[in-house]
Every structure is written in structure tokens, then in C-alpha cells.
């Protein structure tokens, strides 16, 4: 896992920093975007979690590129080592999912979690006690073909 300020750096660096020019965040609906060459953003809007529940998922075939237009959340990061697999990787959807302990990672407004196939996340935690509504870009690029 790896956090970034801006775009520089980032897998896919100009198809990110291009959609994010070109789309205006707080209007920007709700669904999928093609971006080429393998690669898509998801958009989703939210309220953070707080039933203490931590479900880790992993993907294999695509890289996450999470970016928090709005709001803050909590990201839970493990390892396989210190997690019980509780559904068996599903390929058609692109991803297992875990049971486990982890550290907490804090996700801020403009900021961007960078997730390989080897970190097991679980995103949409509140910071505190009480949830708030999130917006996040989920950019998926493809490891594999």
C-alpha cells in the first residue's frame, strides 16, 4: 500500500490525472467509466461504517487506485499471514475476501491509496464514532491480460 498527494507517481498516472482534469468531482454521477487500455473508474457515494465489522478484500487482475473526492475514512490494511480466508477467490468479480486483524490508514479529501494484489483492505470505516458521507474514485487497472 502506498499514499499519494497527487497524481505524480500513480499507476496510470496520466489516465488518472486526465479524468480527474476533465470531470468535475462534485457533480461527477455514480457508476463506471471506461478510461482504455485496461483501465476503468468506479464511482461511489457513501456513508462510512461504523458497526465495527473488518472484511478484507484482495484482488488479483486489477490494481486499486482509490481516491477520496470528498470526505475521510479509515482503510484497514493486513497480510495474508494474519488473515482467514472467508470466500474463496471469485475470478468473474476479482476478488476473495478475509477475516483478520490489521492497522488502520487514515484516507483523506484529495488523497490516493495506491492497493497491490498482496494488500488485503478493508475501506469505508468511519474515522470516529459517528459516519459521514464519503465520495470515492476506485481507478482499476488491469495486471494481466
Known amino acids: ?7 505524480a507517481g500513480l499507476p496510470a498516472e496520466e489516465k488518472i490525472a486526465k ?7 462534485q457533480t461527477l454521477a455514480t457508476g463506471r467509466y471506461e478510461l482504455g487500455d485496461n483501465c476503468f473508474v468506479s464511482v461511489s457515494e ?3 461504517k461504523t458497526d465495527g465489522v473488518v472484511v478484507y478484500e484482495v484482488h488479483k487482475a486489477y490494481l486499486d487506485v482509490q481516491f ?8 484497514w490494511i493486513t ?7 472467508t470466500r474463496p477467490y ?5 476478488y476473495a475476501l478475509y477475516e483478520g486483524q490489521g492497522e488502520k490508514h487514515y484516507l483523506a479529501s484529495g488523497q490516493f491509496m495506491v492497493l497491490y494484489p498482496e494488500d ?26
Not at 120 to 145: D, Q, S, W, Y
Open 1 to 7: 500500500m502506498k499514499l499519494f498527494h497527487t497524481t
Open 19 to 25: 479524468f480527474l482534469k476533465e470531470h468535475d468531482l
Open 46 to 48: 457513501y456513508q462510512t
Open 68 to 75: 477520496l473526492a470528498d470526505g475521510e475514512e479509515m482503510v
Open 79 to 85: 497480510e495474508r499471514a494474519q488473515a482467514k480466508c
Open 90 to 94: 471469485d475470478e468473474v468479480n476479482d
Open 120 to 145: 488485503l483492505h478493508a475501506p469505508c470505516h468511519a474515522v470516529g464514532a459517528v459516519g459521514t458521507k464519503v465520495k470515492k474514485l476506485v481507478f482499476k487497472i488491469l495486471l494481466k491480460n
